[in-house]
């Protein structure tokens, strides 16, 4: 039988030490080649697109999909989860808050292998779907002491701050600005819809760690020039999706700041192949495109805790295999 999961449930049974946890592990599979990602692909039929993610992590037994639409009516998310060895379809997950989770957690995975240890001031610009998250994974990887928040909405922005703060117990403080928010900052995260840079190279301080989350579409970047000339080591979720949808990267490499061989999968510092860091003054960045074995990892442990919690509701399906 699969197991039918909905928002509400899987707000319920994920957090993000389960998300984190997922996160660095598959990370760790595909460096090894137990988790194998496919690009996302997108159709647009006008006013809605429909974006489609493919992967397999064989270190769990799972291969599975996420599709998701946004438009002029929103943004659905879900995910199917199969069983590898078999094929059955385990359950078909709603995706929008699993998302959200495994995406803030990418970004804390790089924190906590980037990052110097003792970084402690973060800045965050946007304050939106994404900006929530984010915050949080990183103030589980570092011991943060400040934290600033900039978007272009200020009622948005004021908003963030509080309900940050006090989800935290950490002063957020929203800025005017996003150089207000940036300099003197440790840690930078970038999580907009942007298609123009909002971040420049001369709010960056050495030892700084970035982690770029939004423009994940080749015509879009967050990062200007001189900020992605700065950076002495530069990570990245998968290669082959950034070269189809990094503006930030593609960019950099057509300028000549570095190759694309230069830039390390964030799985092989996860692995302990490659050091994250070499000096405490290094700049470095991780670019996140978001990529479906994370889906997958995280679905997994929502499907083993929905099971277990005997949540969800059973569905009939496939009742008879074609061999």
Request: net charge negative; aromatic share 4%; glycine share 10%.
């Amino acid at each position: 039988m699969t197991l039918l999961i909905n928002e509400s449930e899987v707000e319920n049974l994920a957090d993000m030490p389960m998300a984190m946890e997922a996160i660095e592990d598959v990370f760790r599979m595909q460096n090894s080649g137990a988790a194998i990602n496919s690009p996302r692909r997108r159709v647009s039929g006008g006013t809605t697109t429909l974006q489609l993610m493919g992967g397999a992590v064989p270190g769990l037994d799972r291969i599975g999909f996420k599709a998701y639409v946004g438009g002029v009516g929103g943004a659905r998310f879900i995910v199917n989860l199969y069983r590898e060895s078999t094929g059955e379809l385990d359950a078909i997950i709603e995706a929008g808050h699993l998302g959200q989770l495994r995406t803030g957690a990418a970004s804390g995975v790089s924190a906590k292998l980037m990052a110097r240890p003792d970084a402690g001031v973060a800045a965050i610009i946007g304050s939106g779907y994404q900006a929530r998250t984010q915050l949080e994974a990183v103030a589980r990887v570092r011991k943060l002491t400040a934290a600033r928040v900039h978007s272009r909405d200020a009622a948005r922005r004021e908003a963030f701050a509080a309900e940050m703060s006090s989800r935290l117990d950490l002063s957020v403080v929203a800025c005017a600005t996003g150089r207000e928010a940036c300099v003197g900052a440790d840690l930078i995260v970038t999580a907009t819809s942007s298609a123009e840079p909002v971040l420049a190279g001369d709010w960056i301080e050495p030892g700084a760690h970035v982690m770029a989350t939004g423009a994940n579409r080749i015509q879009a970047r967050e990062l200007d020039a001189a900020a992605l000339a700065s950076f002495d080591l530069v990570a990245a979720d998968d290669i082959g999706q950034a070269k189809i949808e990094s503006g930030d990267l593609t960019a950099a490499v057509a300028a000549g700041d570095f190759a694309w061989e230069d830039i390390v999968p964030l799985a092989d510092i996860a692995a302990g192949a490659v050091e994250g860091r070499g000096d405490p003054r290094q700049r470095t960045l991780y670019k996140s495109l978001g990529i479906t074995i994370w889906d997958i990892a995280l679905a997994d442990r929502v499907y083993r805790a929905a099971r277990a919690a005997g949540a969800g509701a059973e569905i009939a399906m496939y009742q008879t295999v074609q061999g």
